[in-house]
Nanobody, 126 residues
């Protein structure tokens, strides 16, 4: 059974940093495209970072240069290092996974992922 469990969320001041983790079980992470999404109240869930099976990464413009996605296949764990956080980064953050390789233009689409974690809340105060 595929399971994704996020952790690492919390409350920080603007300019601060957080590191999110997503532990995967029930599948081999190296064979899956994985991504981070976020959803703020009243807004749609948006893809912000993905890492493909070939380890190539894709970022949304809103987080480019501030966030870094990585994956430790030996630990079956996905990470999101978030630096220079802004109040507009406040949201519930979700880990997602889907088997196989994805074309670059699909990697941040929420419709492309079949497996989701329960989310971890990130709140950034000004």
């Amino acid at each position: 059974q595929v399971q994704l469990v996020e952790s690492g969320g919390g409350s920080v001041q603007a300019g601060g940093s957080l590191r999110l983790s997503c532990v995967a079980s029930g599948f081999t992470a190296s064979r899956y495209c994985m991504a981070w999404f976020r959803q703020a109240p009243g807004k749609e869930r948006e893809g912000i970072a993905s890492i493909n099976t070939d380890k190539t990464t894709t970022y949304a413009e809103s987080v480019q240069g501030r966030f870094t996605i990585s994956k430790d296949n030996t630990k079956n764990t996905l990470y999101l290092q978030m630096n220079s956080l802004k109040p507009e980064d406040t949201a519930m953050y979700y880990c997602a996974a889907d088997q196989g390789t994805k074309a670059w233009y699909l990697r941040l689409s929420r419709y492309e992922y079949n497996y989701w974690g329960q989310g971890t809340q990130v709140t950034v105060s000004s």
